[in-house]
């Protein structure tokens, strides 16, 4: 026989100290759940059924937390909510997860996404996430991990080897989008990277080996945000963040700081967007190079201005501007900065300031600068276009962009960019009489997402 369900009296005493209704809890999941491509018709009944001790299907466990937290002005997890997911590694993972070692957790992670019975439930999961460990660098010294003397000697040669790694799966990922080659990269930390972080060998080396598997756990995380599983890359962000602090790399720590300051500003989490991108730029200090401090100053123009900050906005926009100006480093992924890149911030500023005719010029540039083959930065420049025209009324032009996002969309992996198409779909839901809307809504549901 089926147990008999318990009422959730987690969630009844959070929207108790909300003060909201049934109703109102739906309304904002549903607002929270259209913000990330996510299409919702939760009412009344439904919060009902979850106080009576029914389970929503996922993602709505998370965005039940992500909402509540707003109201209330804390962050919330799912278990806060009473809705914690189960593990799919039978409670181990949760157990490795809660640990302080970020060597053990990358391993944790890494080896259950390779497994291919629990990848599918792992990506589901919405993994009880930590908050940001961003306070108090200059608290405690950085600190190796204790080195396994039984291992075989990390070469002087390792680290490049990793950060050429990191570098070409960042060009694949423009290309061909994130979800593509997302577990054999998550294979590769778990069996060649997490090896050399304890492996015997000159601090100097180590400390250069924990930098690069920083950047390679940090481009699987973006990689996991993009396929829709923001839950899971914050532990993938953190463990990035631990790993930049063992190492004693600013530069690093920073750029995962404004990595998060911009996932939780796309999750309208505005508050802590600010916090993020605040940190980033007060860790960095001016030490850094100037190429990383233009890229930390346009992320935290765009959370600012995401908060209504106009003035404190276009200052970063110009300190980012001037800071490029002077960026000498190689080209990299965390070594440089293109001018196209911010351009794409700058019309994003731009528009969250109501600034759309500016903020086309912003975005056309940028895309006269992408490579043919950065398929991802094209669909989301054209996604961007065509929603800028769109609030200026400009329907036609608007499609064309549409028709142009689905066209590079195709080149990437099934699950890259999510949420972008039906972001587009729903925005032009209003011009369906439209016959080119007509049209290419119809192309649209003709395409696997």
């Known amino acids: 026989m089926t147990p008999p369900r318990r009422p959730n009296r987690m969630l009844a005493a959070l929207l108790a100290e909300a003060d909201w209704t049934a109703t109102d809890l739906a309304r904002a999941v549903n607002a929270l759940g259209a913000s990330q491509g996510v299409r919702l018709r939760y009412d009344r009944t439904s919060v009902a059924r979850w106080l009576n001790g029914a389970r929503p299907r996922p993602p709505a466990g998370q ?52 497994d291919a019975a629990h990848r599918a439930d792992l990506a589901r999961t919405v993994l009880s996430a930590p908050p940001p460990s961003f306070s108090g660098w200059g608290s405690r010294r950085p600190t190796l991990p204790p080195a396994d003397l039984r291992a075989p000697q990390a070469s002087a040669a390792a680290p490049a080897r990793l950060e050429a790694v990191a570098i070409h799966s960042a060009h694949v990922g423009e290309r061909h989008g994130g979800a593509h080659g997302r577990p054999a990269l998550a294979g590769y930390l778990a069996t060649e990277v997490v090896p050399l972080l304890t492996a015997p060998a000159h601090p100097a080396v180590r400390r250069a080996l924990l930098t690069a598997a920083a950047h390679l756990t940090l481009l699987l995380a973006g990689r996991t945000c993009e396929t829709g599983h923001p839950a899971l890359a914050q532990h993938y962000y953190d463990i990035a963040l631990e790993l930049a602090r063992a190492a004693g790399d600013h530069s690093s720590y920073a750029i995962v700081l404004r990595c998060l ?88 500023v731009l528009s969250c300031l109501g600034e759309h005719k500016a903020a086309l010029g912003e975005l056309a540039n940028s895309l006269a600068c992408r490579p043919a083959d950065h398929h991802k930065a094209r669909t989301l420049l054209h996604a961007q276009l065509a929603h800028t025209l769109l609030a200026l009324n400009e329907v036609d032009a608007a499609v064309e962009h549409s028709l142009h996002a689905l066209r590079h969309h195709r080149q990437l992996t099934a699950g890259s960019v999510h949420g972008t198409l039906p972001r587009l779909a729903q925005r032009l839901a209003p011009h369906q009489r439209n016959p080119h809307v007509k049209a290419f809504r119809e192309r649209l549901r003709a395409t696997a997402w």
Not at 305 to 323: F, V
């Open 261 to 348: 300051s911009l996932q939780a500003h796309q999750l309208g989490d505005h508050h802590q967007a600010l916090a993020l991108g605040e940190a980033a730029i007060e860790i960095a200090g001016s030490a850094v190079p100037s190429a990383v401090r233009s890229y930390l100053h346009a992320g935290r123009a765009v959370v600012r201005a995401g908060a209504g900050q106009s003035r404190a906005a276009a200052a970063d926009l110009l300190a980012a501007e001037q800071h490029l100006a002077r960026a000498t480093g190689p080209e990299g992924p965390f070594t440089s900065y293109p001018e196209t890149a911010l351009r794409y911030q700058r019309a994003e």
């Open 63 to 114: 965005l039940i937390g992500q909402a509540l937290g707003h109201r209330v002005g804390r962050r919330l997890t799912p278990r806060d909510t009473g809705f914690a997911d189960p593990d799919p590694t039978g409670g181990t993972l949760t157990t490795v997860l809660r640990g302080g070692d970020p060597v053990l957790r990358l391993a944790a992670l890494c080896r259950a996404e390779t």
